[in-house]
């Protein structure tokens, strides 16, 4: 059925002169009309197809995303998961539970729930371990990285900042680059090189810190290229 | 629940439900569940070196794993905001929009890195005709200012790339309350991006 003559004609009023047409297409009697919402679809152009075109670039572009293979391969996806997210979930559960029990709180946890509860936590961070373990090739220690770089301290929550350490196989001539960063990736502190595997923090670079940072350590080779990095998080545990 | 073992050496020990289930349980500490979203995560890398070789790869394999460490934290740390509209994949996708876009600029401050301003940067990305990591990353910024029923329509058109029919009976609405709040959405979405516009246009000028 040809779409009434009076709708055409409300339609096009609604688009010259409503604010906002869909609107006031809405509260009419022809708001169910599908035949006037395709009309005033074709009535309102200006900016709108080219605006839709940039939402679908958007869209296209997660699709691809999506399905993409990547240049890094399984098994260095892996690595960098597992180097990125096992200290932190380590870390999550050595910290919990933590706060100190209220009177009307319940019981704190027996000694056999906290047990259970330290073994969970282990247990969970030996899994970010173990997921990469099981690989069938052999190279050395993959979950190091290259260069077998491994941050020790800090990690998690610490009562202080302390002594920054960390453990690597240095080439000849190598060394470290340490870099603190706040929660926005900000460069707020550390150490442009260094040949021991150890690092404290001067007083006037560590006061000025948030309560919640992020470590990366740097390997170097000689002519200071990078071989290997490893990123941690910490926080103070009391402030 | 039997453990599988995929042709590439890979585990599934939990079956893929509800996402925000299997995220439920690895802030929990549920080692399978951990591991499951491990495996997931890999989308991470996976993704960004992907937009790197896109765009010609202005980043090296060093600074895009720093760059991918970055986004696995970040991801990590704000987990709980995921809302399970879509697969994790998705919502971790933003955040390898964002941060590409970012360590594309940072390059301007890195010892080895030129300055490139956005201008020049779009000269060098090899992708005539196609929105530049900082055009995405505008327009997601965009998206997020859409008012919820705006924003569901929106994703619903183009990202899941239904028609307005398909979208009417899923929401229980009709075809034209559909497509009132897909237009009102992009009215929104052109508003937004000319203040973004306008506001690059004034700190240019200062």
Avoid at chain 1, 222 to 237: F, H, K, P, V
Wanted: charged share 30%.
């Amino acid at each position: 059925m040809p779409h009434p003559s009076q709708h055409e004609a409300f339609v096009r009023r609604i688009a010259d002169e409503a604010e906002d047409p869909w609107e006031a297409l809405l509260a009419s009697e022809y708001a169910e009309c599908d035949a006037c919402g395709e009309a005033l679809e074709r009535l309102q152009t200006d900016g709108v197809t080219e605006l839709a075109g940039k939402v679908e670039a958007v869209a296209r572009d997660e699709r691809e995303s999506l399905r993409a293979r990547g240049t890094f391969g399984p098994e260095r996806e892996k690595e960098l998961v597992a180097r990125a997210l096992a200290p932190l979930v380590a870390a999550a559960q050595s910290e919990s539970p933590r706060s100190a029990p209220s009177p009307s709180a319940s019981p704190p946890p027996s000694l056999a729930r906290r047990h259970l509860l330290l073994m969970s936590g282990l247990a969970a961070a030996a899994v970010g371990v173990v997921w990469i373990a099981t690989r069938p090739e052999e190279q050395p220690d993959p979950r190091l990285g290259p260069a077998g770089l491994r941050v020790l301290a800090p990690l998690g929550a610490v009562a202080q900042w302390g002594e920054f350490r960390w453990d690597a196989r240095v080439p000849t001539g190598g060394g470290f680059a340490v870099e603190v960063l706040d929660e926005h990736g900000a460069l707020i502190g550390g150490v442009e090189r260094i040949e021991a595997t150890s690092w404290r923090p001067p007083p006037e670079q560590s006061a000025s810190w948030p309560a919640r940072i992020r470590v990366r350590v740097r390997v170097l080779g000689a002519a200071n290229e990078r071989i290997d990095a490893a990123e941690i998080e910490a926080w103070l545990s009391e402030r | 629940m039997t453990v599988r073992r995929e042709p590439h050496g890979e585990t599934e020990t939990v079956p893929r439900s509800d996402d925000r289930d299997l995220i439920s349980q690895a802030k929990r500490g549920e080692p399978r569940a951990i591991a499951a979203l491990f495996d997931r995560l890999r989308c991470v890398p996976r993704m960004l070196s992907h937009r790197n070789r896109t765009y010609g790869s202005p980043l090296d394999t060093q600074e895009l794993e720093d760059v991918a460490q970055e986004i696995l934290i970040a991801v990590w740390r704000k987990l709980e905001q995921f809302d399970g509209r879509g697969p994790i994949e998705a919502w971790v996708h933003r955040f390898c929009v964002f941060q590409f876009a970012q360590a594309l600029r940072d390059r301007g401050h890195a010892p080895r890195g030129g300055g490139w301003s956005d201008g020049e940067l779009e000269r060098v990305l090899p992708r005539p005709n196609e929105p530049s990591p900082f055009d995405l990353e505008a327009l997601h910024l965009a998206l997020d200012t859409l008012e919820a029923d705006e924003a569901e329509v929106v994703r619903l058109k183009h990202f899941a790339e239904k028609s307005f029919l398909e979208i009417a009976h899923a929401l229980g609405i009709s075809q034209n309350t559909a497509k009132a709040r897909y237009y009102r959405g992009l009215r929104r979405l052109q508003q937004r991006l000319a203040q973004t516009t306008s506001n690059r246009t004034s700190e240019t000028a200062r």
